[in-house]
């Protein structure tokens, strides 16, 4: 069964930059896909970012290309967000998935972070 805890969620101010944690654990899979989502009230949940670990290949949303980086340490099962130039339509609870067979079936999920930016 695999668990993933996220840390690392706040309060900034726009323009600001918070890193976001997942710690992963329970699986004996060297390469899954792992993925960042965030959700507000009456809104889809959206796929911000996703990692394949096997290879450290990455994929954006386009709403945060080139402010929102993903990467991985193998060594500590562990996945960050690293997001700058927050803006405030980034307030959103953030949730780390894993797909161990990476079909997009995202079966685990994290109990999520809060992120709040104000303008």
Known sequence: Q????ESGGGSVQAGGSLRLSCAASGYTYSRICMAWFRQTPGKERERVADIYTGTGSTAYADSVKGRFTISQHNTKNTVYLQMN?????DTAMYYCAADI??????????QGTQVTVSS
């Open 2 to 5: 695999v668990q993933l805890v």
């Open 85 to 89: 130039s927050l803006k405030p339509e």
């Open 101 to 110: 067979r990476c079909t997009a079936a995202w079966n685990y999920w994290g």
